[in-house]
């Protein structure tokens, strides 16, 4: 059996997620970018302004 033999017969094995699934992963990962980037924004944005501050004095 070659290559794209054992590549079909592990593809028949494999647990394919439903589209509640899908949709549930996709809503997650959605949210945690958009948490993970506002975070990091405030951090950027609060950095720069001590840096700011501390070179204007």
Excluded: C, H
């Excluded at 992963?25 to 945690?32: A, D, Q, S, W």
């Amino acid at each position: 059996m070659g290559y794209l033999g054992k590549v079909i017969r592990e593809m028949k094995q494999v647990t394919w997620p439903t589209s509640i699934e899908i949709n549930r992963y996709t809503v997650t990962v959605i949210t945690f970018v958009v948490l993970f980037g506002t975070y990091f924004a405030g951090l950027d944005f609060g950095f720069s302004k001590l840096i700011e501050w501390i070179s204007n004095l």
